[in-house]
């Protein structure tokens, strides 16, 4: 139960990062037809690469935080499992004794 909790907590977190992103990428649009409207076309795409640079910046660090969030979902959820005494899953890619592939 704790285990799908924590899964609840973790998904809220990104949900409300991602809620975050979205709200400065509709900033950023806004201020581009502002701007649009208001100079000209030459400082508006300047403007609107800064903005699409902020906007990158942002999602970077959403996506930083989220699999940092993964990550320590993923080891609360082995530490439980090796505490109940259920074998934890091997890890994506991780190489076994029984693999007779290429």
Same mark, same amino acid.
């Given at each position: 139960?704790?285990?799908? =909790? ?6 809220? #977190? ?5 809620? #975050?992103? *979205?709200?400065?990428?509709? *900033?950023? *649009? ?5 701007l649009?409207? !208001?100079?000209?076309?030459?400082? *508006?795409?300047? !403007?609107?690469?800064?903005?699409? &640079?902020?906007?990158? +910046?942002?999602? +970077?660090?959403? &996506? ?5 969030? +993964?990550? =320590?979902? !993923?080891?609360?959820v082995? &530490?439980?499992?090796? +505490?109940?005494? &259920? ?15 290429c």
């Amino acid at each position: 139960m704790n285990e799908q =909790k924590g899964l609840a907590v973790a998904s809220h #977190g990104l949900m409300a990062r991602a809620a #975050g992103t *979205v709200f400065t990428g509709l *900033v950023g *649009v806004s201020a581009y037809e502002i701007l649009r409207k !208001a100079v000209g076309t030459a400082p *508006v795409h300047r !403007a609107a690469v800064t903005a699409t &640079e902020w906007g990158l +910046r942002g999602t +970077r660090r959403a &996506e930083v935080a989220a699999e940092s969030a +993964r990550l =320590k979902v !993923a080891d609360v959820v082995a &530490e439980a499992r090796e +505490r109940i005494g &259920e074998d934890a899953a091997a890890p994506v890619g991780a190489k076994t004794d029984d693999d007779d592939c290429c």
